[in-house]
């Protein structure tokens, strides 16, 4: 109650029987597509495979980054958005996972409102307590205020932070078979068995914003046989949910055990102060874990807004069609090669290197990479312009100088990320 207070599960019974049946339909038939990709992250400048294999699903042009790979979206069914899937069903698996988020949305926000609720109660009646002892005399005039100071339980400012920290863009999909993984590690802190995925805290997400994970495990015999042994601990049969107070072995852990269609919030800021991973069971098992990613830097609508931003240094004679520079300032030289580096490593590069893989899925993905590549050939050319001009002997020496400084900066790290994606 006190260390994990904001975990909230829930019992697959509280969900729809109807949103279950379309959601693990979904999940099998995306199996069934070979749509789930183990991806290769890069940690400490070394790179693995995850144990795990995922896709990811959301709002259209949206992706999302974690351990230096950015995963791009399968677009869920989007009204005003063009959306051409590889089958029907790959759409209605789409489709399901949209409805699933929706209601995740809604069951984080009553969440979060019944929490307030419960908050602003306690305090009114710690406060009350208080008063009694300090002001015997005043108080029924003191608890009057109290109530109504707390009337209001939401404040407008809060439902709109409560919708922004609960409206999920997007929906990482998980998926693996125990029993196909030669290897997997032991929890080491409390004895929790196997791991399919160690302790971690999500990454790339909006401050404060609300995790929820839809778990479906293909339980069989194998579930049913280890239950009747004498078990200490956690059945290892049955996949869990592990929970720790973040870098502190000392408060005990804390493993939940997840059965087909139940589900658990991750609230305000635990996702922060509290480490999870998930505990291997026996059988397959599916995961759906909604996230409020930050997109800051991840739509394309922001990318080419750099991009747009980018050209504007560059200029088209009227007659002789030759392309120039409109400034040769470092700052602006600076920033635009910057935003060439941005187009290529953050997007290209990664688009290329796994994303092609989503074309089971969908081609939405290839107009925009086309588009961003005809930006990228001409910061190019951009590049080649200001080789050119800082060759010129009329140059001001020290505006040259600092052109070159700072252009030179940002080519060799240009240079060195080339060299690190040639050996991936």
């Known amino acids: 109650k006190t260390k994990y207070s904001k975990l909230i599960f829930r019992k697959s019974e509280t969900a729809p029987e109807e949103l279950h049946q379309m959601v693990q339909k979904g999940f099998l038939t995306l199996r069934e597509h070979n749509c789930f990709f183990q991806d290769l992250v890069r940690i400490k400048g070394k790179d693995f495979l995850t144990p795990v294999s995922r896709i990811l699903i959301g709002n259209p042009g949206c992706t999302y980054k974690y351990l230096n790979t950015r995963l791009f979206t399968v677009p869920w069914p989007t009204e005003g958005y063009d959306i051409k899937y590889c089958s029907p069903q790959i759409h209605?698996?789409?489709?399901?996972?949209?409805?699933?988020?929706?209601?995740?949305?809604?069951?984080?926000?009553?969440?979060?409102?019944?929490?307030?609720?419960?908050?602003?109660?306690?305090?009114?009646?710690?406060?009350?307590r208080d008063r009694e002892q300090s002001f015997a005399?005043?108080?029924?005039?003191?608890?009057?205020?109290?109530?109504?100071?707390?009337?209001?339980?939401?404040?407008?400012?809060?439902?709109?932070?409560?919708?922004?920290?609960?409206?999920?863009?997007?929906?990482l999909l998980n998926y693996m078979d125990p029993l196909q993984m030669l290897y997997l590690k032991q929890e080491p802190y409390f004895g929790m068995g196997n791991m399919a995925v160690s302790w971690h805290h999500d990454e790339n997400l909006v401050e404060r914003s609300t995790?929820?994970?839809?778990?479906?495990?293909?339980?069989?015999?194998?579930?049913?046989?280890?239950?009747?042994?004498?078990?200490?601990?956690?059945?290892?049969?049955?996949?869990?949910?592990?929970?720790?107070?973040?870098?502190?072995?000392?408060?005990?852990?804390?493993?939940?055990?997840?059965?087909?269609?139940?589900?658990?919030?991750?609230?305000?800021?635990?996702?922060?102060?509290?480490?999870?991973?998930?505990?291997?069971?026996?059988?397959?098992?599916?995961?759906?874990?909604?996230?409020?990613?930050?997109?800051?830097?991840?739509?394309?609508?922001?990318?080419?807004?750099?991009?747009?931003?980018?050209?504007?240094?560059?200029?088209?004679?009227?007659?002789?069609?030759?392309?120039?520079?409109?400034?040769?300032?470092?700052?602006?030289?600076?920033?635009?090669?910057?935003?060439h580096n941005e187009v290529e490593f953050e997007w290209l590069r990664q688009f290329w290197f796994q994303g092609k893989r989503y074309l089971k899925c969908t081609d939405w993905w290839l107009k925009p990479m086309a588009k961003l590549e005809e930006f990228?050939?001409?910061?190019?050319?951009?590049?080649?312009?200001?080789?050119?001009?800082?060759?010129?002997?009329?140059?001001?020496?020290?505006?040259?100088?600092?052109?070159?400084?700072?252009?030179?900066?940002?080519?060799?790290e240009r240079q060195r990320l080339r060299k690190e994606w040639t050996v991936r």
């Open 376 to 412: 990228w050939r001409k910061m190019e050319i951009m590049t080649s312009l200001v080789l050119a001009e800082v060759r010129k002997e009329q140059q001001i020496e020290e505006q040259r100088n600092e052109t070159i400084n700072c252009f030179l900066l940002v080519l060799k």
């Open 92 to 128: 209605d698996a789409c489709k399901a996972l949209i409805r699933l988020n929706d209601y995740l949305h809604i069951e984080a926000v009553k969440t979060l409102q019944g929490q307030n609720l419960c908050e602003t109660k306690e305090i009114k009646d710690t406060t009350v």
């Open 211 to 339: 995790v929820a994970v839809y778990s479906y495990s293909c339980e069989d015999s194998a579930v049913g046989e280890s239950n009747e042994q004498e078990l200490k601990g956690r059945d290892p049969a049955v996949w869990h949910v592990g929970l720790k107070v973040a870098w502190d072995i000392e408060t005990p852990g804390l493993a939940i055990p997840l059965h087909q269609g139940d589900f658990y919030l991750m609230l305000d800021d635990l996702n922060m102060t509290h480490q999870h991973c998930v505990l291997a069971g026996l059988s397959p098992r599916f995961s759906s874990t909604h996230r409020v990613a930050d997109c800051s830097r991840g739509t394309l609508e922001y990318i080419f807004g750099q991009c747009e931003l980018a050209l504007q240094n560059l200029q088209t004679d009227s007659d002789s069609m030759a392309l120039s520079l409109k400034s040769l300032e470092a700052a602006v030289v600076k920033q635009v090669e910057e935003i």
């Open 137 to 171: 005399t005043s108080l029924t005039e003191q608890g009057s205020v109290s109530k109504d100071q707390s009337s209001v339980c939401v404040p407008e400012d809060d439902s709109i932070s409560l919708k922004s920290r609960t409206s999920y863009n997007l929906t």
